[in-house]
């Protein structure tokens, strides 16, 4: 036997999109063929599957797409301010190919007495005992006791004899095929192995996929990226904003940081992992060490800053974030689980809207009252209809401040995505309950005060905007608490 690949995907890819394998076989017109596809990670089997021949090719096809992502996940530490591994974001597998077929010999030799019984001049694997089915050409018609089940008596590795009187042949050439009564198959596993693959949280567009490389994304020069789609220099964030960002880097290299005033800083990737987790936001970049220039990155007047990863060079796109400091009416994030695995964040910093739903299940139940000098009487305090199960779930309504058209498009993934977190936080206020501002005019918030929760965008439809419709361009959106707040009594 012989299997040859036809088709198989790159080494690392999104678990989202097609991961389709086409296998061919040399034993493929074979009765009964099935090719076998086991999965393993390391030396755990994942699943088995068998596979029908296509009808034009006989190609074993399979797309595993839909089975390997269910092993991947995503990964959010919101206290992380250098770097985190990633390990849910991504499934290291590889694929082993074998087959089964109905295990059948023809024969064509001429049948020969062996005592009394009839012999079969065939190389075989039967035994002595196994019950095996005989089809012959003439469908038995000269040989009628030779056709169908018999046991084999005797075996040799190019013959075998069956129970049947070699005084009832009457035709001693008639051909024929013979299989396991049981309809048994031959199994071989792991004829082709294919290693050393690789997917990820990650899934493309029906366009973006076809122009896929996997070593676009290898970080090894200065054209390469990140595991994310944020705008890589039109993308604007507040200064209370936290990004965490995925990235195929290696321990002990580095990510570097560079303001609108040239002062460049840095800091080490410190876990190693096939994916890790970066934090880049202008709330949550870290600790970092200065190479030109002096600390703080973000300084009074600085408007942006870039970053990328560095090994000995410049190894990635540099990604900008332009620094927003226009004043909030209001300040939420929302961070986001986007179409690479990666989590960045929007600001919501205009008029907000937060409303309140309680849900209550009642019952009526039979006022108990008291009996006194001989006359029934009732509490005035007794509850005739009385109520349980009570939810309350919070909805907010939120607005973003103007965007350009790269933050538009990208603000669609925040709408389709699984997992986002409404990021809590709390504010410093007068006596009067009015918002203490800085100097830039935006809110100051109580230190260690912040917390994110989980939340469901409410948006089942959404405007595609373009600037040379609409100039000015913001969205809106309606988020709910994925939590319920418990009620007590």
């Known amino acids: 036997m012989a299997q040859s690949i036809i088709a198989q995907p790159q080494r690392i890819m999104p678990a989202y ?5 086409i296998a061919d076989s040399t034993n493929k017109n074979k009765t009964g063929f099935r090719y076998i596809y086991q999965i393993y990670s390391g030396a755990t089997l994942l699943g088995t599957f068998k596979v029908l021949p296509t009808f034009s090719t006989g190609y074993g096809e ?3 797409s839909k089975f390997l992502s269910s092993y991947v996940s995503w990964d959010f530490s919101p206290s992380v301010t250098l770097d985190k591994a990633a390990p849910n974001s991504y499934k290291n597998y590889q694929v082993n190919i074998g087959e089964e077929y109905l295990y059948e010999i023809t024969y064509t030799s001429a049948l020969t007495n062996s005592g009394t019984n009839t012999r079969i001049n065939v190389a075989n694997i039967f035994q002595v005992g196994d019950q095996i089915n005989i089809t012959q050409n003439d469908g038995g018609v000269a040989n009628p006791l030779l ?6 008596v005797a075996v040799s590795g190019t013959w075998i004899d069956v129970n049947v009187p070699f005084s009832s042949i009457t035709n001693v050439n008639i051909d024929g095929v013979i299989n396991y009564a049981n309809q048994q198959k031959v199994v071989t596993y792991n004829i082709t192995t294919i290693t050393n693959l690789r997917v990820f949280n990650g899934a493309f567009t ?3 996929w076809v122009t896929y490389n996997f070593n676009d994304y290898t970080l090894d020069g200065d054209t390469k990226q990140w595991l994310t789609n944020q705008p890589k220099t039109d993308f604007y964030c507040t200064l209370g904003q936290d990004l965490f960002l995925n990235a195929r880097a290696v321990v002990g290299k580095k990510i570097y940081f560079q303001n609108n005033d040239g002062d460049t800083y840095s800091k080490n990737v410190v876990n190693n992992d096939s994916i890790v987790s970066v934090a880049v936001g202008c709330n949550n970049y870290g600790a970092l060490t200065p190479i030109t220039g002096v600390l703080p990155m973000l300084k009074d007047d600085t408007t942006y800053y870039d970053f990328w990863y560095e090994d000995a060079g410049q190894k990635s796109v540099k990604y900008r974030v332009n620094v927003d400091r226009r004043v909030q009416i209001n300040e939420y994030h929302i961070c986001f689980l986007d179409r690479l695995g990666s989590f960045s964040s929007f600001a919501f910093q205009l008029k907000s809207y ?7 299940d009642e ?9 006194k000098a001989g006359a029934w009487n009732y509490n005035y305090e007794e509850f005739g209809f009385n109520t349980f199960n009570i939810n309350v779930t919070k909805t907010l309504e939120l607005n973003t401040n103007w965007m350009t058209q790269n933050m538009s498009d990208y603000f669609q993934e925040l709408i389709t995505s699984p997992q986002t977190f409404l990021k809590l936080v709390q504010y410093v206020t ?11 005019g935006c809110p100051i918030h109580v230190a260690e005060s912040t917390a994110y929760v989980p939340c469901i965008v409410q948006n089942n439809s959404f405007e595609v905007y373009k600037q040379r419709n609409k100039h000015l361009i913001k969205q809106s959106i309606s988020v709910k608490l994925a939590n319920n707040d418990n009620v007590n009594g």
């Open 363 to 371: 019952f009526n139940k039979d006022v108990q009252g008291y009996v």
């Open 206 to 208: 029906w366009v973006d």
């Open 147 to 152: 056709e169908g089940l018999h046991t084999i």
């Open 354 to 360: 937060e409303r309140g739903d309680v849900t209550r």
């Open 17 to 21: 999109n097609p991961i389709r394998f």
């Open 62 to 64: 399979i797309d595993l």
């Open 430 to 440: 007068t006596e009067d309950g009015e918002l203490v501002l800085d100097e830039d």
